[in-house]
């Protein structure tokens, strides 16, 4: 394989072979680096080129053509299998190709529709790699094929480009096999501003393509602007025998008429002209140079009429099927081991230049070297003879043509230079002898006429046959044409070789210029606009600084000079600085366009404070990208996202109780710079009275208390779940907010073990609560915000259905004892009403609730803070007659207190906050599960009780519970 490589180093310019993550690159006969890390090792070795063709050259010269081809997913790359020696052992060798790129660079999921997001905020924004789908067919081949590889080896160019695919293929190879071992913003305002004349424009700003436009404007500009200005010269001639030879003005032109005519006249005077001097010289016209990717994309515009794209396109058809050699490089440099000879040859049986090529040879190949080289491709030249028709034709007779004439030699001639004088005014005529064409006989692109002249010696005196004043104007310069747009992003900086093409393409696509008799360059109405504004904006963007700037530091990097993110770092914040300024002076785009395309620019409705939620929140514990607050489509609930997703699903997911959030300028002096306070609006009354209505918080972790009541669990911790909750109870009666709490085996201390309210997944207060009045559990855990807890003791303020929150949803208040009951460590809870109040001051604990006096229970106050109603049952069942307090506005302004007036105490209070602890519930650290009804508990808090047949509620008799209660 090594010394194979040689065979078919002018099809193949580069290999990669990457071992145990060292990376050789074999070029030609620097094979013989593939290290010995591959003795007395078999394997099955994956290839992959660049092309199909390329890899099926590569498996036929490696395989001695007896390689065996199958179908791949993609019906255009194929697979081929040969064995092969490698390092003197016989492997298996599986090639296959790439169709040039494979992977693209994209904004994450949340960044990609210009509508969702500030455009400002894609300067940070972070890109991933994906396969586009026209690929996806080759990603699954690679993929399964590198599966049962041990080692991969890459056959791409040896480029910027060829190794950015090169690692493109490692990176889909290496994530199905890690151990394979490798050997190698504006585009929406105008549309809003311009509906009708823009609705179906791609308007952007790239870096490349407006500086491109802005030749085509400064020139078009250029030429409108240019007034005519009337000039004078003298002109003399010389006739001999019908030969007249014309002598030039030194001062050229003069734009003064009459001190002209002064001159003129002068010369009239005396009109002898005496020769003062007669240079004989040998001229020389410099063959060219070899051919690169530039001087072939200018040719075929100016002399062969094809457009750059197409002559590219056509260039890159030859060189797939081996007729010429890549047609994509910077070099104008032959290396001096090619043997150029061979290739001469092949061409000598040519009926047009064979005669040529033969010369050629006998005088030995002898080509004018160039000064660029990018060390990768060397330049484009003809690989073997071939007989074609039309545009293929032409651009294969021109790089054949061009490498004949580069290794030929230059044409000679004989100039002759006379200048004369006629009173103190001097004038000048050349006259040139062809003596030998050479590289012009098969070079027809370039023309060098003969110019005869007089035979002249120093002293001569004659008389002019004419000495006259010519009059004439100056003209404007001429539109660009592609050639010369091409030679312009050259100088500049502009892309590379193989990109121009494709921003004359783009600026011609989106309508910002156009053609003018298929040879100049015009800008359109957009084109004109755009340029003109930013311009206005006293920045010159459609200059060509910014993008050069770029390119000379993309060159640092690939010389060593430079470190990649030191350049990525410079250039994100230079382009950013240019953004802003211009978005702050974005209205002089509308004027300049509304002025070309004839139309008054509506108004524009700023969205920042739509697009303000992707502004980030906190930092992705899993993948490090930013988390940005979504919702759900059709107004549903808010969630926390990656914004890394699909890759990463990582959410938190907010309570439905949060009707609306949004970031908030400030961030969270605890948690850090990378964490924002979030804007919340929730539900009237739903966090009560420990949270307004509207409340600036933090969910990076610092504020455990309102987490828990978000049913949040801090991002440090785990984040939240990638999947949403299930959907919220009915929401609580805004009129009492009843708070369920729980703790653990119920004891008075205020250890460890002590915990708020159990609640579904984590949450604060039960979904179903035990009685009212007394400890109403939910299904929550004791012992912290999780879990099922237990069911409520104490007396029964009534069957209570409590959301996810602790709040009260119904009540009965012809209720005896609600059952209740928990698991050994389950927790159990308790309703509590307050008061919705007014206002709220920052949160604090649940603190109790001051009892009624006992010696007045007429002082009683209801939780909506007036004083509470006796009432008597009067319905036939076993409470009838019994006394009870009750709110006494029967409005929905008041709430649900309710309390039998033979009570001996007041409904248990909420104790002060105690100590967090997350997980188990009880202070053995096991985990409590509790259910309704699991096992009871005394409502005078005594030990609780295994066994017995559940009871009623109301009457306290087997058989039925509280819902059929014959008793109700």
């Known amino acids: 394989m090594i010394c194979r490589m040689n065979l078919f180093s002018n099809l193949i310019q580069k290999t990669w072979i990457v071992f145990n993550d060292s990376i050789v690159r074999c070029y030609r006969c620097s094979a013989s680096k593939y290290s010995n890390n591959l003795k007395n090792t078999e394997m099955r070795i994956l290839n992959v080129a660049e092309k199909n063709d390329a890899a099926k050259g590569i498996s036929g010269i490696l395989s001695r053509g007896t390689a065996r081809r199958r179908e791949g997913d993609s019906p255009y790359n194929k697979i081929y299998e040969f064995e092969c020696s490698v390092n003197r052992q016989n492997q298996k060798m599986v090639m296959t190709s790439v169709s040039g790129h494979l992977l693209t660079f994209e904004f994450v999921a949340g960044f990609r529709s210009w509508t969702k997001c500030l455009p400002v905020e894609l300067f940070e924004a972070p890109v991933v790699k994906t396969c586009p789908e026209q690929s996806v067919k080759i990603k699954t081949t690679l993929e399964r094929e590198a599966r049962l590889a041990r080692m991969l080896i890459i056959w791409t160019d040896c480029d910027r480009e060829g190794e950015n695919i090169g690692f493109e293929i490692i990176t889909v190879c290496r994530a199905v096999n890690p151990n ?97 001097t007669v240079t004989s010289k040998p001229k020389s016209k410099w063959r060219p140079i070899p051919l690169d990717t530039v001087e ?43 043997n150029l000879s061979n290739l001469v040859q092949l061409q000598t049986a040519d009926p047009n230049w064979g005669e040529f090529a033969s010369q050629v040879l006998a005088d030995g190949p002898n080509p004018r070297q160039g000064k660029k080289t990018d060390e990768a491709h060397p330049p484009i030249h003809p690989i073997k003879h071939a007989s074609l028709g039309g545009n293929e034709q032409k651009v294969y007779e021109y790089v054949v043509r061009h490498f004949l004439a580069c290794l030929s030699k230059d044409a000679m001639g004989h100039e002759t230079i006379v200048e004369i004088d006629i009173n103190e005014e001097r004038f000048v005529a050349n006259g040139l002898l062809i003596l030998e064409r050479n590289y012009l006989l098969v070079f027809p692109y370039e023309k060098w006429n003969s110019k005869e002249i007089h035979e002249y010696r120093q002293g001569d005196r004659f008389d002019p046959t004419n000495i006259s004043l010519v009059d004439g104007e100056t003209s404007p310069p001429n539109l660009l044409t592609e050639a010369d747009l091409i030679s312009l992003m050259e100088k500049h900086g502009i892309g590379t070789d193989a990109t121009h093409a494709e921003h004359i393409e783009t600026i011609k696509a989106r309508l910002y210029a156009g053609m003018s008799d298929q040879k100049y360059f015009i800008p359109g109405q957009l084109g004109m606009g755009l340029v003109e504004g930013y311009d206005n904006m006293g920045f010159a963007m459609s200059k060509p600084h910014l993008r050069s700037n770029l390119e000379a530091d993309l060159k640092d990097i690939c010389d060593g000079r430079k470190e990649p993110s030191e350049v990525l770092r410079s250039q994100i914040e230079k382009y950013k600085e240019v953004f802003v300024q211009a978005q702050a002076q974005v209205r002089k785009i509308d004027e300049a366009l509304g002025k070309y395309l004839e139309s008054n620019p509506l108004p524009y409705e700023d969205t920042q404070q739509r697009s303000a939620v992707s502004r980030p929140i906190l930092k992705c514990p899993n993948c490090g990208n930013g988390m940005v607050i979504r919702q759900r489509a059709n107004g549903g609930s808010f969630f926390v996202s990656c914004v890394g997703y699909p890759a990463c699903r990582n959410a938190i997911w907010l309570p439905s109780l949060v009707i609306n959030c949004q970031p908030a300028a400030e961030t969270c002096s605890t948690c850090g710079n990378d964490v924002r306070k979030i804007e919340f609006t929730f539900r009237r009354g739903a966090l009560a009275p420990y949270y307004p209505n509207n409340y600036v918080g933090c969910i990076g972790g610092c504020d455990d208390h309102f987490l828990q009541l978000l049913n949040v669990d801090p991002v440090g911790r785990g984040g939240g779940p990638s999947q949403p909750p299930p959907p919220a109870p009915a929401p609580a009666n805004n009129r009492n907010q009843n708070q369920g709490f729980g703790r653990n085996n119920y004891d ?34 004791g012992g912290g915000f999780g879990g099922r807890g237990g069911g409520g003791f104490g007396r029964s303020n009534g069957g209570r259905e409590v959301d996810n929150y602790g709040n009260s949803a119904r009540s009965n208040y012809n209720a005896g004892e609600e059952r209740s009951g928990f698991r050994r460590g389950g927790g159990g809870g308790y309703s509590q009403g307050f008061n919705n109040r007014p206002t709220f001051k920052a949160p604090d604990p649940p603190s109790r609730r001051p009892p009624p006096g006992d010696d007045s229970p007429d002082d009683l106050v209801c939780n909506c803070g007036t004083p509470a109603k006796k009432f008597v049952v009067r319905k036939e069942n076993a409470n009838k007659g019994r006394e009870f307090y009750k709110c006494q506005l029967m409005t929905p302004e008041g709430c649900n207190f309710f309390m039998w007036a033979d009570s001996q105490a007041p409904p248990p209070q909420p104790p002060s906050r105690p100590p967090l602890k997350r997980g188990f519930s009880d202070s053995k650290d096991r985990p409590s599960y509790a259910g309704r009804g699991s096992k009871s508990f005394k409502s005078d808090g005594g030990s609780s009780q295994s066994g017995g047949p559940r009871k009623c509620g109301i009457c306290h008799q087997t058989g039925h519970n509280r819902r059929n209660c014959p008793n109700t």
């Not at 504006?186 to 609705?199: A, D, G, I, N």
């Not at 500086?211 to 030429?223: K, S």
Request: contains cysteine.
């Open 180 to 276: 394979l071992q490798i050997y190698r913003f504006q585009t929406l305002r105008l549309q809003k501003v311009f509906p009708q004349q823009l609705s179906d424009c791609l308007i952007s700003y790239g870096s490349c393509q407006f500086p491109t436009l802005g030749f085509i404007v400064e020139r078009y500009n250029a030429v409108n602007s240019f007034v005519p200005e009337p000039f004078w010269k003298i002109q003399v001639e010389h006739t001999i025998d019908e030969l007249t030879v014309s002598f030039s003005w030194k001062r050229v032109r003069i734009f003064d008429e009459h001190i002209c005519r002064v001159l003129h006249e002068k010369c009239l005077e005396k009109p002898k002209a005496t020769v003062v």
């Open 296 to 338: 072939l994309e200018k040719v075929a515009s100016r002399k062969l009429g094809l457009n750059a794209k197409e002559a590219l396109k056509i260039a890159e058809k030859l060189y797939t099927q081996g007729y010429i050699s890549y047609p994509r490089t910077e070099t104008t440099i032959f290396p001096k081991e090619m």
């Open 748 to 781: 008075d201390d205020d250890d460890d073990d002590d915990g708020w309210g159990g609640g579904g997944g984590g949450g604060y207060g039960g979904r179903r609560g035990g009685g009212g009045g007394g400890f109403g559990g939910g299904r929550g855990g």
